[in-house]
């Protein structure tokens, strides 16, 4: 259940949005002024990929057709690792980048997707964005790359699948999962071997024996991917509570549109993000019963020693990336501050 707070700062959110729908006239559609392409990290089908597309359609719509946004499915032109860089440098207009999978060309995003740990509650995620002064931040971070940061959105929280049970941390040492950025330095820490790899690689990966387990952004991710056809065991504990992602255009293109497209632009964002948070609630719960259905298993219960390794793991990563770079420092010093 979401708080009280992030409904009201969904509704303050939605209220913004349909603000910005009314600047859309009622003339003709005319033909596409600015044609956008716009790369994802889903491949076709799936239920976040569709969240994508309902995204590119109302910009669409809300521009009146001012301005056209092809999609980009994974793999479909721009692998998951490219999309930062294809979006600073033209070669895709819009972007939906994995920001652990760009950890060592932009760190920030790293602490921005959220740190092993972090809290799982709407309201303290949207107030550390919008009042606490997060979003400042990191519309000047990504606008030092050459790209405009529009609305984040929140997905839920991150678990791992294995091949074979973890029935304690000891379990994890040596093991091969698939867990960029800070997840997996996590893991790093209670002795496994993380791997960086695109979503599109799992089930291979996992089916060949590359790597013995993985990280999903959610575990809609993990039953879009059939990844319990080739790993039957969800450990209980998530790394992260959440993560929240951004929406990055690149600056040039930006700045070519007028006002008012940038308003309808922010404003299809901001719908986005209300869309990811209500569906993925809902489908969380789906996903779990859909891969249960086909045989997902949990690992054991963890018991109080093996909680408290797992919280100690993650204790070193904020003052890690606080020493990474400027922004990721004053992200971590907010982030330090609210929890006082």
């Known amino acids: 259940m979401f708080s009280l707070?992030?409904?009201k700062l969904a509704?303050?959110?939605?209220?913004?949005?349909?603000?910005?729908s009314a600047l859309v006239t009622s003339a003709a559609t005319f033909a596409a002024d600015y044609n956008w392409r716009f790369a994802n990290l889903y491949g076709r089908g799936t239920a976040f990929g569709?969240?994508?597309?309902?995204?590119a359609k109302n910009i669409e719509t809300m521009s009146n057709g001012r301005i056209a946004v092809q999609v980009l499915y994974s793999g479909e032109g721009v692998g998951t690792s490219g999309i930062l860089n294809a979006?600073?440098?033209?070669?895709?207009?819009?972007?939906?980048?994995?920001?652990?999978?760009?950890?060592?060309?932009?760190?920030?995003?790293?602490?921005?997707v959220g740190l092993p740990?972090?809290?799982?509650?709407?309201?303290?995620?949207?107030?550390?964005?919008?009042?606490?002064?997060?979003?400042?931040?990191?519309?000047?971070?990504?606008?030092?790359?050459?790209?405009?940061?529009?609305?984040?959105?929140?997905?839920?929280?991150v678990y791992i699948i294995t091949k074979k049970p973890i029935?304690?941390?000891?379990?994890?040492?040596?093991?091969?999962?698939?867990?960029?950025?800070?997840?997996?330095?996590?893991?790093?820490?209670?002795?496994?071997?993380?791997?960086s790899l695109a979503w599109s690689e799992i089930y291979t990966s996992l089916a060949t024996g590359v790597i013995d387990g993985s990280i999903g952004s959610n575990m809609i991710d993990h039953r879009d991917g059939n990844h319990v056809e080739v790993a039957k065991y969800m450990y209980p504990l998530p790394i992260a509570g959440a993560q929240v992602l951004?929406?990055?255009?690149n600056q040039r293109e930006w700045n070519k549109l007028p006002k008012d497209l940038q308003a309808i632009v922010r404003g299809a964002t901001a719908e986005h993000a209300i869309e990811q948070i209500t569906k993925s609630k809902l489908w969380e719960s789906q996903a779990v019963a859909d891969m249960e259905a086909?045989?997902?298993?949990?690992?054991?219960?963890?018991?109080?020693?093996?909680?408290?390794?797992?919280?100690?793991?993650?204790?070193?990563?904020?003052?890690?990336?606080?020493?990474?770079d400027s922004y990721s420092k004053q992200l971590v010093d907010i982030l330090e501050k609210t929890q006082q």
């Open 5 to 7: 707070k992030g409904k």
């Open 11 to 20: 509704k303050g959110v939605l209220a913004v949005t349909l603000g910005v």
């Open 50 to 55: 569709e969240v994508y597309e309902d995204l």
């Open 87 to 112: 979006v600073k440098s033209g070669l895709i207009t819009m972007g939906a980048p994995f920001q652990p999978m760009h950890a060592g060309e932009f760190p920030a995003g790293v602490v921005e």
């Open 117 to 157: 740990g972090g809290t799982s509650d709407v309201g303290e995620l949207m107030t550390l964005f919008k009042e606490r002064g997060w979003g400042k931040v990191l519309t000047e971070a990504y606008g030092k790359q050459g790209l405009v940061w529009l609305e984040p959105y929140i997905q839920p929280p």
């Open 167 to 195: 029935n304690s941390i000891a379990d994890f040492k040596g093991m091969k999962i698939r867990a960029p950025g800070a997840y997996g330095k996590f893991l790093r820490n209670l002795g496994a071997s993380p791997v």
């Open 246 to 249: 951004p929406i990055i255009v």
């Open 294 to 324: 086909k045989g997902l298993k949990w690992s054991p219960a963890p018991s109080d020693a093996d909680k408290q390794a797992w919280a100690d793991a993650g204790k070193s990563l904020a003052a890690e990336y606080a020493k990474a």
